[in-house]
C-alpha cells in the first residue's frame, strides 16, 4: 500500500492557539506527520508525493469565498498595525445569515468557527497540498489500488463548507469523498477521531450519496460542543444518512 505525502505540508508551523480563554502552545505541529511517516515507511508503505491536482476538486466542497480567504488572510492580516504574528479571529457572528464583512477582521471571524486555526505565512501551502494528498489517494482508488493511506497533515474534519476549526482548514476526507462519487454510487466516511467530525458532517448534511458516520467522545461536555449529537441525522435528502455515536 502507498503512503501519500508531500515535504510542503510541514511548512504549517502554528506557534499557539487558545482553548478555554488561556493562549497555549499548538500540539498541531509538523513533527506529527513525521513520526507518522515514520512509522507507515517501517511497515513497508510505500511512499509516493501527491501529483498538482489543482483547486477544482477543493472547490467542489468548499465555497469560492473561503478558499480566496484561505490564499490571501495572511497577506492582508500583516498590514494591520499591531496584529498578532498569526492569523486568530477576535469576533464571531451569531449566525451565517447574516451581512458578509469586508475587513480582514472581519473576514476571519467568518471563516473560523473557534480560535484553533490560526493561519501562517506557510498555511495555505502546507493545506493546499495535504488536499493534494487526500486527492492523489482517491485517484489511486479510482486506478485500482484497493486501498490507499493519505497522510494528509493539517488534518481536514472541522473544516467546514466555509470555515476552520480546530486545526483543520480543508477537508482532506470531504475532498475524498467527492472524489470517489465520482466512480461510485456511494460513498461512506468513518471518523473515529475522539472529536466530533463537525466538517464532515456540515458538508454531506443534506445530501444521501455520501454517508457519515462519527464515533467521538459525548459533545454535551466535550468539543465541538454544538455539533455531534446523536440527533442529528441529516437534514433535507441528507435524512438518515448521518450518524452521531456520542460516547461517554
Not at 26 to 32: G, L
Not at 79 to 86: C, L, M, V, Y
Not at 93 to 120: E, L
Amino acid at each position: 500500500m502507498k503512503v501519500i505525502y508531500a515535504d510542503s505540508q510541514a511548512k504549517h508551523d502554528p506557534q499557539s492557539f487558545f482553548a478555554s480563554g488561556a493562549s497555549l502552545p499548538n500540539p498541531e505541529v509538523p513533527e506529527r506527520a513525521k513520526h507518522l511517516l515514520g512509522a507507515a515507511l517501517e511497515t513497508g508503505l510505500e511512499r509516493e508525493s501527491p501529483d498538482d491536482y489543482g483547486l477544482e476538486p477543493i472547490a467542489a466542497v468548499h465555497s469560492d469565498r473561503y478558499l480566496q480567504y484561505l490564499q490571501n488572510i495572511y497577506r492582508r492580516w500583516s498590514r494591520i498595525e499591531g496584529g498578532s504574528p498569526e492569523v486568530i479571529p477576535g469576533i464571531h457572528p451569531d449566525r451565517r445569515d447574516g451581512a458578509y464583512p469586508a475587513s480582514a477582521v472581519g473576514h476571519a471571524g467568518w471563516h473560523h468557527a473557534d480560535t484553533a486555526a490560526p493561519i501562517g505565512e506557510h498555511t495555505w501551502e502546507s493545506v493546499y497540498w495535504s488536499a493534494q494528498s487526500a486527492i492523489h489517494a482517491a485517484t489511486s482508488i479510482l486506478d485500482g489500488d484497493a486501498a490507499c493511506y493519505a497522510l494528509a497533515r493539517p488534518p481536514g474534519h472541522h473544516a467546514a463548507h466555509e470555515f476552520a476549526a480546530g486545526f483543520c482548514y480543508l477537508n482532506n476526507s470531504a475532498i475524498a469523498a467527492q472524489i470517489l462519487r465520482t466512480r461510485f454510487a456511494r460513498v461512506a466516511v468513518l471518523d473515529v477521531d475522539v472529536h466530533h467530525g463537525n466538517g464532515t458532517q456540515d458538508i454531506f448534511y443534506c445530501r444521501d450519496d455520501v454517508l457519515t458516520v462519527s464515533i467521538h467522545a459525548d459533545p454535551v461536555r466535550f468539543y465541538p460542543f454544538f455539533w455531534g449529537h446523536a440527533t442529528e441525522t441529516g437534514k433535507g435528502n441528507g435524512e438518515g444518512f448521518n450518524y452521531n455515536m456520542p460516547l461517554a
